[in-house]
């Protein structure tokens, strides 16, 4: 049974940063690209980051670009997303997704809040 599971979030002022992880089991993890989603109170789910089986493809939205960096250990079957300069609107539920034989998994989600 695939299972994604994020760790790391928490409460940083702007400017700050902090690393989410998402660790996954029950799949041939570098087989898979994964990514990440955030949703902020009263908005719909948006996509943040995505990175290719290998790491070494990634993909930014913009919102982040240049502040969030993804990359992966596949030996320990975890992604993490690296946020620096971190904004108030950076403030949402971080959840960790990954495709898989056209089915979609979503981890529970991390909170990370950001004050001014």
């Known amino acids: 049974q695939v299972q994604l599971v994020e760790s790391g979030g928490g409460s940083v002022q702007a400017g700050g940063s902090l690393r989410v992880s998402c660790t996954a089991s029950g799949l041939t993890f570098s087989s898979y690209a994964v990514a990440w989603f955030r949703q902020a109170p009263g908005k719909e789910r948006e996509f943040v980051a995505r990175v290719s089986p290998s790491g070494r493809i990634t993909e930014d939205s913009d919102s982040v670009k240049g502040r969030f960096t993804i990359s992966r250990d596949n030996a320990k079957n975890t992604v993490y997303l690296q946020m620096n300069s971190l904004k108030p609107e950076d403030t949402a539920i971080y959840y960790c997704?990954?495709?898989?034989?056209?089915?979609?998994?979503w981890g529970h989600g991390t909170q990370v809040t950001v004050s001014s």
């Open positions: 997704n990954a495709m898989i034989n056209s089915r979609e998994y």
